[in-house]
């Protein structure tokens, strides 16, 4: 699985948008990018997931660079809930009856201020 | 839907002793399940991989005598942390797949 790079932290205001980058420059064709958060003390949570296209649902938007070397996680209005770490991962398609791993880096820490 | 649970949450043994902690998915079959473990301001490390009725597969580095899984049905998967010391003392967390990953709480483990 391609390796991806994020910043360790970031801050952000309540109610305004974080946008959290993440870099993977090695990604390859078949390779899909999907995120997870982790709220302290809890399992991660799956956001959204994305092969070339803007992805949007109820949580959140990811955009992906056309050269797919990078994405962008979007949370349109923060709140203080939203403070957790953000994984940014990297791998191949699920597919049904299939192992699969996800490899989970030091992600970015995200703190929502009031 | 896709909730999966962990039993228990949270779990203090003595050391030697055996602990045993129960990954169930609530609302779908996975054939797939895994065990991950992490250690306070670390991220999460994989463990094994699960499959239902198989062996387990073990990543590098993790005693597959010490941490016993059993995937004994399509909900079900445990994680048995044998003679446990205070090295094992841990955030475990398991995840089952049926189109992503979803995960379970988490148990905490300390061992005395």
């Known amino acids: 699985d391609a390796k991806t790079t994020q910043p360790p932290s970031m801050d952000c205001a309540e109610g305004r948008a974080a946008n959290l980058p993440c870099n993977h420059s090695?990604?390859?064709?078949?390779?899909?990018v999907y995120w997870y958060r982790q709220i302290h003390s809890q399992g991660p949570q799956y956001i959204i997931h994305?092969?070339?296209n803007n992805e949007t649902n109820e949580m959140a938007s990811l955009i992906i660079t056309e050269d797919r070397k990078s994405s962008t996680l979007i949370l349109p209005h923060a709140t203080l809930r939203d403070t957790a770490v953000y994984y940014c991962?990297?791998?191949?398609?699920?597919?049904?009856?299939?192992?699969?791993?996800?490899?989970f880096g030091k992600g970015t820490l995200l703190t929502v201020n009031p | 839907g896709a909730v999966v649970s962990q039993h228990p949450s949270w779990v203090i043994c003595k050391s030697g002793t055996s602990v045993k902690i129960e990954c169930r998915s609530l609302?779908?079959?996975?054939?797939?399940m895994f065990w991950y473990r992490q250690f306070p301001k670390q991220s999460l490390m994989l463990m094994a991989t699960?499959?239902?009725?198989?062996?387990?597969?073990?990543e590098q580095g993790v005693e597959k005598d010490k941490f016993l899984i059993n995937h004994a049905s399509l909900t079900l998967s445990t994680l048995t942390v044998t003679s446990a010391h205070p090295e094992d003392s841990s955030f475990y967390i398991c995840?089952?797949?049926?189109?992503?990953?979803?995960f379970g709480p988490g148990t905490r483990l300390t061992v005395t």
């Open positions: 090695t990604i390859s064709g078949n390779e899909y």
């Open positions: 994305g092969l070339k």
């Open positions: 609302d779908f079959q996975a054939t797939t």
């Open positions: 699960s499959n239902e009725g198989s062996k387990a597969t073990y």
């Open positions: 991962i990297v791998r191949g398609l699920f597919s049904g009856g299939s192992n699969y791993k996800l490899t």
């Open positions: 995840s089952a797949s049926i189109d992503e990953q979803y």
